[in-house]
Each structure stands twice: as structure tokens, then as C-alpha cells.
């Protein structure tokens, strides 16, 4: 596609329950970020992939959440029990990496709200 | 780590005053700059960015420039709309690839 989608948009789960929420970046971006945002606050970093290197996961909250990409494609953020601090928009960016892009910039998602009742 | 230090909002304006963001940060290496908007129920999306020293970046009326010697960024708009009424986030990007943004920095234009 021409933009980075995410999916779904919008979930409402009961707490303590998984949700998988789903990102598929622009082809051919070798970097992607997931993000949350909950309401009125700026972008908290989760996780970053870049290319074949071993993920950024220095802003996982817990070890209720985890990432996965496979190569350059979809990710999938998974959260696990979910808790009503849980609820927020998560946005996921994809960007090129390598020699000369550096000042590329990020691609952004319309975003994931999750609502945690 | 690299880090990022907005000013806080919210800044409320009136209408064709003068506006000013400011930004600085500590990152390694040499970075790029970006400044994000995000419009009220729309997602994040590049307002402008400059990519060594002393450039200006600018769109929309917005301006700002890198400033390798005080490690800042700062956002400026000469006569502020209602439309840019929005969250701006300021975000290097250095060795690594890596984004990281500020808090974000809420502006409300009041007509």
C-alpha cells in the first residue's frame, strides 16, 4: 500500500485479555517503531526494529508486551492480561535506513485505539 | 540515550500572533531534526526538518533552524491560523536510526 496501516483501528477488550495489533509498514522500510500514546500525553517508544539487527526493546513497559517482525515486513504487537493503563492509541512508523537516509523521515500509521473496559 | 526537551504547553495564541516552540536535545553523533504535527484527530505526520547545521527547515508558514552550538531546534511561526491549532513534537534522529520525540507541545489558536 502507499501508507503504513494499521489494524485494527479501534479494539475494545475486557482486561486481562491478549490483544494482537497488527502493522504493515511502507515496502521496502527497513525501520519500524511502535509507539504509545495514551490520551493527551506524547509518544512513549516501545520498540524498534531495524532490519536483520536485534530489536530495540528498551521501551517495553512490562514483560506483558512483546514485538514481532519477520525480515522487513509485518509486525505485530502483542499485549498479554491487558490493564485498564493499557488503554491508549498505539502508532506504528516505518522509515528507510541505511547510507543516506538518515534524513528520511518517519511514516506514521493512523493508529491502533485500545480501549481496556 | 538520546533525549528530547520541549517546553510544555498548552500555548494559547490568538489569532496572526507570533508563536514559538522551543526544542533542544542531546543525541549521539550528528543528528537530523524533524518537527511532527498532529492535527486534532488525525495522526503524526512531518511538519519540517534540516539535516546538518544551520539549515532551515520550513513549511506551511513554520520555520526552524539547526543549531549545532546550543543543540536546539526551536519552532517558529510569524502570524498563527486557527488551522495550526495541533501538537507539535520535536524529534532527532541520530546514528542508529532511532526517532525519539518530546513530550509534544499543545497549541491552541484562538480566533
Known amino acids: 500500500g502507499a501508507g503504513v496501516s494499521q489494524s485494527p483501528s479501534n479494539k475494545v477488550t475486557e482486561k486481562g485479555k491478549d490483544v494482537e495489533l497488527r502493522c504493515d509498514p511502507i515496502?521496502?522500510?527497513?525501520?519500524l517503531y511502535w509507539y504509545r500514546q495514551r490520551l493527551g500525553q506524547g509518544l512513549e517508544f516501545l520498540i524498534y526494529?531495524?532490519?536483520?539487527?536485534?530489536?530495540?526493546k528498551s521501551g517495553l513497559p512490562s514483560d506483558r508486551f512483546s514485538a514481532e517482525r519477520t525480515g522487513e515486513s509485518v509486525s505485530t504487537l502483542t499485549i498479554q492480561r491487558t490493564q485498564q493503563e493499557d488503554s491508549a492509541v498505539y502508532l506504528c512508523?516505518?522509515?528507510?535506513?541505511?547510507?543516506?537516509?538518515?534524513?528520511?523521515?518517519?511514516?506514521f500509521g493512523q493508529g491502533t485505539r485500545l480501549t481496556v473496559v | 540515550g538520546d533525549s528530547v526537551t520541549q517546553m510544555e504547553g498548552p500555548v494559547t495564541l490568538s489569532e496572526e500572533a507570533f508563536l514559538t516552540i522551543n526544542c533542544t536535545y542531546t543525541a549521539t553523533g550528528y543528528p537530523s531534526l524533524f518537527w511532527y504535527v498532529q492535527y486534532p484527530g488525525e495522526g503524526l505526520q512531518l511538519l519540517l526538518k534540516?539535516?546538518?547545521?544551520?539549515d532551515k527547515g520550513s513549511n506551511k508558514g513554520f520555520e526552524a533552524t539547526y543549531r549545532k552550538e546550543t543543540t536546539s531546534f526551536h519552532l517558529e511561526k510569524g502570524s498563527v491560523q486557527v488551522s495550526d491549532s495541533a501538537v507539535y513534537f520535536c524529534?532527532?534522529?541520530?546514528?542508529?536510526?532511532?526517532?525519539?520525540f518530546g513530550g509534544g507541545t499543545r497549541v491552541l489558536v484562538k480566533p
Open positions: 524529534a532527532p534522529r541520530a546514528a542508529g536510526n532511532k526517532l525519539t
Open positions: 515496502s521496502g522500510h527497513t525501520a
Open positions: 534540516a539535516t546538518k547545521a544551520d
Open positions: 526494529f531495524q532490519g536483520n539487527s536485534a530489536p530495540d
Open positions: 512508523a516505518s522509515s528507510p535506513t541505511g547510507q543516506g537516509t538518515l534524513n528520511t523521515e518517519a511514516f
